[in-house]
């Protein structure tokens, strides 16, 4: 399509020509100027601006008149190297640096500044600096400009960040220190608990790859859920823990009174295949736990029994795997945890598990990137049933499955007093980060404290492998459900917000003849 066309130098009279002329073209069709200039929008200051450089130079393309100029309010170099100086010199002096990049995150890892600063009283201190050595200082909104990005890692950390108490407590020593030796001793310490930190960080991420890829080397691959050692798989990666618990019922426009009151509690806990990815979600109401109202919800028989009904549910039937956990000795790192995974091996279960666990403080994993996809898409649905939660969870994420727990499908096992008669506990548990149970060494743990250290053979059977195999599985627990008196306040103080197609399911009437009726909302 022609637009425009430039005429000839001279006139009929050949003469030359003192004044262009144009002819407007549209679709092959001659049109007016302004039927031109409209059809393309242009307005009649930059009409003539494309004329005049038409006239002068031809058919090239415009070049902007500041093009190549440093504008006159342009930072010098030197300014800016300054303010990036000393947002680095204020980093490691008062941030706390994270020994990896956050999960599903590449780059530098982030270094956390107190949560009680601001940008702004940073750049009070910044200007105040300049002040004191004579230089220049930039405006607060450049200020925030050459943070955002020459230093983006470097963060402000909210009040809900979770610091490692270790670090906090190392990063204090640092700068109280007086003599060369307190400083070099002090940083050396921080420095090494970050690189232990660091190297447990990059094991468990070569654990998650070596998983991956030996699912997409894997020929004829049988998906879950599948026998025990049916399928050769030896690198199967799996991370479990508990999410903070959620009350029901559940608005985004959450009546107040209900602030103060203890809606109906569900416990998640979930168990994550890092190769898929995907997670179970177990919802454990607080009227289907071990111990009345919700007690011993996070104990080793319920964390041993959601384990075992996921590695016979949920799995590939692999024939070896590594699990991640966190440091809780209540639920992960004890005795019980340990002898159950020697028990799988012995019985044939699994033929080589190691358990790992993260350094306090570090412990972020994928387990916990789903679940705060899950709270993203809780904190914005009503849901005033386990069934409707169910739902939340199930459409929170394609990686988020929910398995709601009742006696039923799930039963709680005692497994603690039924291991207590063939295994004993391992000395110094709590300063181990990695166990490995063999099927060629049933009833024996190789433990190291760290990566680089010479696995120690530990024996923790005390009967015969013969015994355990015999022992079958422990007793079912039965679940505790509610007192008469946490079921007459839910019933009281909980069953006037819930809708009243929901009210008999979350918050049932007490068989007691006495129970009070609901109070209102006054």
């Known amino acids: 399509m022609e637009s425009s066309r430039y005429p000839a130098d001279s006139t009929q009279r050949r003469e030359k020509r003192k004044r262009a002329r144009f002819q407007y073209l549209f679709a092959g069709e001659e049109v007016c100027q302004g039927a031109f200039r409209h059809v393309y929008n242009i307005g009649m200051k930059e009409f003539k601006n494309l004329k005049t450089h038409l006239e002068k130079n031809g058919l090239v393309p415009r070049v902007h008149g500041n093009r190549g100029r440093t504008p006159h309010n342009a930072l010098a ?43 702004l009283s940073i750049h009070k201190l910044y200007v105040a600096s300049c002040t004191e050595s004579q230089l220049q200082a930039v405006g607060y909104d ?13 963060v402000i950390a909210s009040p809900r960040t979770d610091v490692c108490d270790v670090c906090e407590r190392l990063r204090r020593r640092v700068a109280p220190a007086v003599t060369e030796a307190e400083k070099l001793a002090a940083c050396k310490a921080f420095t090494d608990h970050v690189h232990n930190a660091q190297r447990e960080r990059d094991w468990y991420r070569e654990r998650t790859v070596v998983a991956k890829q030996e699912l997409d080397e894997t ?7 599948q026998p025990s050692c049916s399928q050769s798989l030896r690198n199967t990666h799996i991370t479990f823990d508990f999410a903070q618990n959620v009350t029901l ?26 190769a898929l990815p995907v997670q179970v979600n177990y919802l454990i109401d607080e009227a289907n736990t071990i111990g009345l109202d919700g007690k011993n919800s996070h104990g080793p028989n319920t964390v041993v029994s959601l384990l075992q009904h996921y590695f016979t549910e949920f799995t590939f039937g692999e024939e070896g795997c590594y699990l991640h956990a966190d440091n809780c000795s209540g639920q992960n790192k004890n005795r019980t945890m340990c002898a159950y995974l020697a028990w799988r091996v012995i019985t044939g279960l699994h033929k080589k598990i190691t358990l790992s666990f993260m350094i306090t403080g570090h412990t972020r994993c994928l387990v916990d990137s789903c679940f705060g996809l899950l709270k993203q898409k809780f904190r914005k649905s009503n849901c005033y049933s386990m069934r409707q939660l169910q739902q939340v969870v199930d459409s929170s994420a394609a990686c988020n499955i929910a398995q709601p727990v009742n006696g039923s499908s799930l039963p709680w096992m005692e497994w603690d007093k039924f291991f207590a008669a063939h295994f004993k506990p391992i000395k110094g548990i709590r300063e181990l980060h990695h166990m490995e149970f063999d099927h060629s060494k049933p009833g024996i743990v190789s433990v190291k404290k760290c990566l680089e250290d010479e696995p120690v053979d530990v024996q923790i059977l005390t009967s015969s492998v013969a015994a355990v195999r015999a022992a079958g599985l422990p007793t079912v627990l039965p679940t505790a459900g509610l007192s008469a008196a946490r079921m007459e306040y839910l019933y009281k103080s909980i069953h006037p917000h819930v809708p009243a197609e929901f009210q008999d399911e979350l918050c049932p009437k007490p068989p007691s003849a006495s129970a009070a009726e609901p109070a209102g909302d006054a």
């Open 77 to 119: 170099f030197p300014v800016v190297e300054a303010a990036v100086k000393f947002l680095k010199s204020y980093a490691d002096r008062f941030g706390i640096p994270h020994p990896a990049p956050l999960h599903g995150r590449a780059g530098v890892p982030p270094v956390y500044l107190p949560a009680y600063e601001t940008k």
């Open 142 to 154: 450049s200020f925030r400009s050459i943070w955002a990005q020459c230093l983006p890692h470097i």
């Open 219 to 225: 020929e004829n691959l049988r998906h879950p859920p």
């Open 249 to 274: 019922p559940q608005s985004p426009r959450q009546e107040g009174p209900l602030f103060f009151k203890v809606p109906r509690k569900v416990q998640i806990f979930g168990v994550n295949c890092e």
